[in-house]
């Protein structure tokens, strides 16, 4: 799938439980159900927009990559207590999965990425348990480069795509921008690994921790 026809797709995605989500609220207010109501609606109250319910911050996993060689991206992110984002494979195909990706640079390539174990956990929206991710979680990425890249600092543009939710309610699906700058050095040059604490976490060959 190119890039023009996935942004559309996340558009008309958005479009729809936006509309799903209007019709939804309007359904619980004509109803009665205010603020001051049944479980439902009082558990529907999200943060304030200045008030994000994922906080991400990405990390390279060395202090200088030399041309030619690989290095791995982790983002950390932290999610507001009370809420919840899908996993990566969601158990419901209706749910959108959690998503890390990169835009690279000429020179730069993604070869995989790793996701974290999911919690299985059920909700009162649904009769199944559910994948999610809540707390603290690392995602990740391993990028290969080319003997022919530049050296100097390069940027790499990320986007984590997730859908959060509570115990009652999802929001429509959101795509956080985050960056990492590279600094790429001649090749033969010591790689000194960065962030142990934060890459150890990271699982990849398609397995989850």
Partial sequence: MGKGTEIRKEKLENRLFSIFYFLFSSLLVAGGLTANGPPLARAAQFPR?????VRAQGYVSLQSVPQGGEFRVAVLAEIAPGYHINASKPLQE????????AQPPAGMRVLEAAYPKANLKEFAFSDEKMAVYDGTIVLGLRVATSPRIPRGEVALP???RYQACNDKLCLPPTTLPLQVNVPLVSPGTAARAIHPEIFSKLVFGGKSR
């Fill in 94 to 101: 209706y749910l959108i999965p959690t998503q890390l990706r």
């Fill in 158 to 160: 990320l986007e984590l």
């Fill in 49 to 53: 927009r200045n008030e994000p319910i």
